[in-house]
């Protein structure tokens, strides 16, 4: 634990006795002022004090994070290193999986495998692979569960063993809630503690996640964000995350929000204001009056949309309202007395009566303007207002025969263009907030008694995020209301924002497909990128859970609920919204009933597992037992080969795999949802004796590397401006001219020894912190990406896996170059790589002619460099591991 400045001291808490590194005393002895720096930075700051190791922390970074300052030049790199990593099952398992791999290639070359292991502590919460196969019905949640352990036991087997062989790491069993709930109310202590040769030192509880929403628990005063699960397994493997020091962009909240508007309404406002301002790689800290005025779940439900808005992380800091909720959550008195007096003793607490920090830049929301939203139809920050959603909704319906409806099988319905085929409260963005879930129930509630009932053609669905909102829902006596209407306990977990979504009924799916229908779904997450939330529904909007109930009544988005009725009543009179939404004060009523005593009974066993979990067959040993015939969990090919070059080798003649637009999301690039079977990851399943039936989702399948190779750029919305007028993973094999699937395309390149790029438009990589859209590429021969911008996680993704991320610079883009595909395109050699040095690429068109344009390498630090000399992030780690 660092030293130079001295700053260790001692802090008695409640009889307890803790080590810690004093912010007041750093700044007494350097003469800095820290009463007006972002408590982001300060978190930072004590970090690098307590990390001080004269290398990888130099007095000189400290000194550079000390005088942060909006004018400051933020190109200054620092060495962070979180507390802990948090992990959902779609990423972690091939995080266990490259772990293992690793573990093989140590022991292969003479080493020993046990050096292999979480320095840090490491939780994977399996949250990601329940599926919504049955729904609308008492027995779903069981049935659900079965098909999941069905489908997922090689899977689960696996990470059994990963907890048995790895040191530092737990995994939280299927069946218990969302890694960022669970995270929220149980596994985060907003001050962290550790014994180190005999003392017990006290430091801020951060974190990385391999999930990209892992930015919700900045909620509760807890620096955290997402990355890669390749740069997470770095964390892991005690390497710290290498970053510039971030702006900071202040958010002032005022007032209060007004009657009937819900925290969804807020950070879906929140989102398109951020969005708009442009705050990718910043922090965004949030202060002001107003937030004496929001509950820590609404504080959770806006950092959790982080990712959405674009933003590193979306922090609250640490005050009463935060205690409260810990207290109400069952963390120790114990434990809120340490934050309390570690966080007032640190100046890291925040009161109404402290002056404002100085930001980079600073945006302000009065709460009290804030109305009634939705999202959409495939991108989050798309607010459009409740009462503008039929104008909307009708932008994007085909223009043909847009008002006929179409018969549904066996049914007295039709089914019109614009129809809610799903309707679904699911993922942890809102079901973490018991102020909207009892506001679902009440409106639920309130249309029961008036005779409404959901519409025929909804799928409906309630995925909890823990198994304390089945408790506070039960208690209030609204679930059973919430049955009524379909919306029957599905599972615990992402469920349809993920895309699993499930299977709509024959005659439903039939009657899409056989009219090529534009329906819609409405959902209370936070992502509704294209074919994500299922393929056959062309858009989704995202929502409140009180008006996805709302939706499911009316049975479409053609309609403005804020004048016309959702429905009539058991006497044929007109119900109107207004009529079911319920007061601020019986939601207040209702949200009173949640106590402690429900999160300490749910978390009591929370590592336990049911009998099934507990009775998996798991092998022994240090290193796995790979099988040879697995569809699930392989060994990959990434570390077969191990070595450095300073030089740069460059590309000569590279083809362009694909030419993509604006807004290209990890989705596009490495789908989670459905596997067609027609599809070269579908044909490879087929080939090995998996019927269509047991396909699983691309995220339930990312241990196996033969699927999640044939399945990058599968995504059946991706539009490759290679092959006009088509959709899908399909490109143009050159020089010859054959469509063929991106794949197909890839093999035949390989053979021919031709290496690849990518080219797309602005903000490449937008979404979740997809490791397989890195990894995919690579194994698909892509050498490097070009695009006009990046989102943060797949940059740094990109180069985790040795694969070169380029940008566009001086207004140019694939447009103003009129590219088409059919170039080829040479990169120089270079001696010696730097940060964010100009390269020279030559473009050779079919017609002979050339050109020669200046692109930006995207290596922002002097780590980022070492990691793609080494071929990637991981393969630096292992060479370190094995001098």
């Known amino acids: 634990m660092g030293n130079s400045f001295n700053t260790a001291k001692h802090l008695q808490v409640a009889g307890n006795q803790y080590r810690y590194h004093s912010l007041k005393d750093f700044a007494a002895a350097g003469s800095y002022n820290l009463d007006r720096l972002p408590f982001t930075i300060k978190v930072l700051l004590e970090n690098l004090l307590r990390k001080e190791d004269g290398d990888t922390v130099k007095r000189s970074d400290i000194e550079a994070v000390a005088a942060w300052s909006p004018d400051q030049d933020q190109s200054g790199e620092i060495s962070y290193s979180p507390a802990r990593v948090l992990m959902q099952d779609f990423t972690g398992v091939p995080a266990i999986v490259d772990l293992a791999a690793m573990r093989d290639s140590v022991a292969r070359n003479g080493g020993d495998p046990a050096k292999i292991n979480p320095q840090i502590p490491v939780d994977l919460v399996i949250d990601h692979s329940v599926m919504v196969d049955y729904f609308g019905q008492t027995g779903a949640l069981a049935d659900n569960v079965k098909k999941e352990m069905e489908r997922n036991r090689e899977r689960y087997a696996f990470l059994r063993w990963g907890q048995n062989a790895f040191d530092n790491f737990r995994v939280v069993p299927p069946g218990t809630g969302i890694c960022h709930q669970v995270n929220l109310e149980y596994l985060a202590q907003a001050v962290w503690s550790q014994t180190v040769d005999g003392e017990v030192w006290a430091y801020p509880d951060t974190l990385v996640g391999t999930d990209s929403h892992t930015t919700m628990i900045n909620g509760l005063g807890v620096l955290g964000w997402g990355v890669g699960g390749i740069e997470a397994e770095a964390a892991m493997l005690g390497q710290p995350i290498s970053m510039l020091i971030p702006e900071v962009v202040g958010f002032r909240l005022s007032g209060s929000l007004s009657e009937g508007i819900t925290a969804t309404d807020l950070v879906l406002t929140v989102t398109q204001m951020l969005r708009t301002h442009g705050v990718v790689g910043k922090f965004v800290e949030f202060f002001g009056s107003g937030l004496s005025q929001l509950p820590l779940a609404d504080r959770a439900t806006i950092a959790n949309m982080a990712p959405e808005y674009g933003a590193t992380c979306g922090f609250f800091p640490i005050d009463q309202i935060t205690l409260d909720y810990m207290t109400l959550s069952g963390r120790s008195a114990e434990t809120v007395a340490l934050v309390e007096s570690y966080c007032k003793e640190q100046g890291l607490w925040r009161s109404n009566d402290l002056p404002d920090p100085t930001y980079s830049a600073v945006l302000e929301l009065d709460l009290t303007t804030v109305k009634p939203s939705l999202a959409g139809p495939k991108r989050p920050q798309d607010r459009v207002l409740l009462e503008n959603m039929r104008i909307e909704t009708e932008k994007v319906l085909p223009e043909v025969d847009r008002d006929k409806g179409v018969a549904i099988a066996n049914s007295n319905d039709l089914l019109n263009h614009g129809d809610v085929v799903i309707a679904a409260i699911t993922s942890c963005t809102n079901t973490s907030n018991p102020a909207v879930m009892m506001a679902a129930g009440l409106v639920a509630k309130k249309a029961v008694e008036k005779g409404l009932s959901q519409k025929s053609w909804v799928k409906t669905s309630l995925a909890p995020g823990s198994k304390v909102v089945t408790d506070y829902l039960a208690k209030a006596g609204l679930q059973s209301y919430l049955d009524q209407l379909g919306f029957n306990i599905v599972g615990y977990g992402c469920t349809t924002c993920i895309g699993n979504s499930g299977p709509l009924t024959g005659p439903i799916a039939e009657a899409i497909d056989a009219n090529d229908m534009s329906v819609c779904s409405v959902l209370s997450g936070n992502r509704n990128f294209e074919g994500r939330i299922h393929a056959q529904v062309k858009s989704n909007w995202l929502a409140s859970p009180p008006l996805v109930v709302a939706f499911a009544l009316a049975g479409t988005t053609r309609i403005d609920l804020t004048s016309e009725p959702i429905g009539n009543d058991s006497s044929g009179q007109p119900v109107y919204l207004k009529d079911i939404w319920p007061s601020n004060e019986e939601v207040a009523e209702m949200v009173a009933l949640v106590n402690a005593q429900m999160f300490l009974k749910e978390y009591a066993a929370v590592f336990s597992g ?51 637009g604006d807004s290209i999301t990890t989705d596009h690039i490495s789908p989670a949802g459905s596997i067609k079977a027609a599809s070269p990851a579908g044909e490879y399943l087929q080939q090995h004796g998996v019927k269509e039936q047991d396909f699983n989702s691309y995220g339930s399948r990312r241990g196996n590397h033969e699927v999640m190779v044939r399945g990058t750029f599968a995504n059946i919305r991706l539009r490759n401006k290679m092959v006009p007028g088509t959709e899908g993973g399909v490109t143009k094999h050159l020089p010859d001219g054959a469509e063929m699937s991106i794949f197909a395309a890839a093999n035949n390149y390989r053979s021919e020894n031709t290496p690849l790029v990518v080219i797309a438009g602005k903000e490449y990589g937008t979404g979740s912190s997809r490791d397989w859209a890195a990894k995919g590429t690579q194994l698909l021969g892509v050498k490097a990406v070009i695009a006009e911008s990046y989102e943060r996680i797949h940059r740094s993704n990109l180069v985790g896996m040795g694969v070169l991320p380029l940008q566009f610079v001086d207004g140019k883009s694939a447009d103003s170059l009129q590219l088409d595909g059919s170039e080829t395109i040479s990169l120089p050699s270079v001696e010696s790589l730097q940060t964010k040095q100009l390269l020279t690429v030559t473009i050779n068109r079919a017609d002979g002619s050339k050109e020669s344009v200046d692109l930006l390498c995207r290596l922002d630090t002097d780590q980022e460099v070492l990691f793609f000399q080494s071929g990637g992030i991981l393969n630096h780690v292992l060479l370190e591991l094995m001098k």
Request: zero cysteines.
């Open 610 to 660: 049911d009998e099934s979990w507990q009775n998996l067959a798991i092998p022994d040993g240090l290193t796995y037992s790979w099988e040879p015939e697995s569809t699930y969990i392989r060994l990959p090919s990434f570390f077969d080969h191990l070595e450095v070059s300073k030089s740069y080798p460059g590309i000569k003649d590279a083809r362009v795999l694909a030419l993509l």
